[in-house]
């Protein structure tokens, strides 16, 4: 069993940025990819990014490539978003996610475990 928390959403304005965390509980984070997905109003949840297990391997959504980066702290057990030059589009709850089985990582379906979700929101 994962628990995942999510922190560092806020309001701000369109161009600036935030780092948004992720911690997890439990012993075996290691083992677990973990993804960032957002879900604004009235659309479905969206794949953002994700990372494998050592951190070697990164992937983005062509929405956020060049902007966001997605990053992780094993020893803390800990997932980071950096988002930079943020745009009102990317207003949205943001969730973290952790999958320990293959499958695409750009799927939601695929993931095992989702944190409660932070606000994210970009004003112009």
């Known amino acids: 069993q994962v628990q995942l928390v999510e922190s560092g959403g806020g309001l701000v304005q369109a161009g600036g940025s935030l780092r948004l965390s992720c911690a997890a509980s439990?012993?075996?984070?290691?083992?677990?990819?973990m993804g960032w997905f957002r879900q604004a109003p009235g659309k479905e949840r969206e794949f953002v990014a994700a990372i494998s297990w050592s951190g070697g391997g990164t992937y983005y959504a062509d929405s956020v490539k060049g902007r966001f980066t997605i990053s992780r702290d094993n020893a803390k057990n800990t997932v980071y978003l950096q988002m930079n030059s943020l745009k009102p589009e990317d207003t949205a709850v943001y969730y973290c996610a952790a999958k320990s089985g293959g499958g695409n990582y750009y799927r939601p379906g695929t993931y095992d475990y989702w944190g409660q979700g932070t606000q994210v929101t970009v004003s112009s």
């Open positions: 439990g012993r075996t984070f290691s083992r677990y990819v």
